[in-house]
T-cell receptor
Framework: EPEVTQTPSHQVTQMGQEVILRCVPISNHLYFYWYRQILGQKVEFLVSFYNNEISEKSEIFDDQFSVERPDGSNFTLKIRSTKLEDSAMYFCATGANVLTFGAGSRLTVL | RKEVEQDPGPFNVPEGATVAFNCTYS??????FFWYRQDCRKEPKLLMSVYSSGNEDGRFTAQLNRASQYISLLIRDSKLSDSATYLC????????????FGSGTRLQVQP
């Protein structure tokens, strides 16, 4: 049973469309993170979420991005108006020190 | 200077070889260090934490040199299944809990 489940595994969207990526993290974990990895590049931090609010975010996480925990279990990353350069693998992770990553959602923006 | 720097490789080694990867980090306030493994188009998975005293897990040995801000990973008796990208990861908890990843070192073990 995966500890962190992400959906969809792959999404193709047109530039300018809204995308929502979902994560179901390990129960009882307090810290949640979104990272992204552009193909061939390093894993980059986007945002961390603790106690139902953003605890820190990177310079990548601009106004186009938002995170929510709508129902106490799912953890979502929304991109309001996708750009070509948003094409990447998006990883959800949980953990206070050592992180456990989900399998990722591959986003392709055309 | 990059926050976490690694030789991208690839390191092409025969089965049974010993291979070593190095990593340097720029922030002297960094507190926790890890090696993660990432297979092609998969998520990073923790290989091992790195402690100041050095630590070993089977064929894998990690070392930390705080004075030189340098981390190493040694893999003995390489297996085909060790082929992957090895990510050096650093945590600096002063105002930020997020991990900083190196770009990774690719290892290809050949039969």
């Amino acid at each position: 049973e995966p500890e962190v489940t992400q959906t969809p595994s792959h999404q193709v969207t047109q530039m300018g469309q809204e995308v929502i990526l979902r994560c179901v993290p390990i129960s009882n974990h307090l810290y949640f993170y979104w990272y992204r990895q552009i193909l061939g590049q390093k894993v980059e931090f986007l945002v961390s979420f603790y106690n139902n609010e953003i605890s820190e975010k990177s310079e990548i996480f601009d106004d186009q991005f938002s995170v929510e925990r709508p129902d106490g279990s799912n953890f979502t990353l929304k991109i309001r108006s996708t750009k070509l350069e948003d094409s990447a693998m998006y990883f959800c992770a949980t953990g206070a020190n050592v992180l456990t990553f989900g399998a990722g959602s591959r986003l392709t923006v055309l | 200077r990059k926050e976490v720097e690694q030789d991208p490789g690839p390191f092409n080694v025969p089965e049974g070889a010993t291979v070593a990867f190095n990593c340097t980090y720029s922030n002297s306030a960094s507190q926790s260090f890890f090696w993660y493994r990432q297979d092609c188009r998969k998520e990073p998975k923790l290989l091992m934490s790195v402690y100041s005293s050095g630590n070993e897990d089977g064929r894998f040995t990690a070392q930390l040199n705080r004075a030189s801000q340098y981390i190493s990973l040694l893999i003995r008796d390489s297996k085909l299944s060790d082929s992957a990208t090895y990510l050096c990861v650093v945590a600096t908890y002063t105002g930020r809990r997020a991990l900083t990843f190196g770009s990774g070192t690719r290892l290809q073990v050949q039969p």
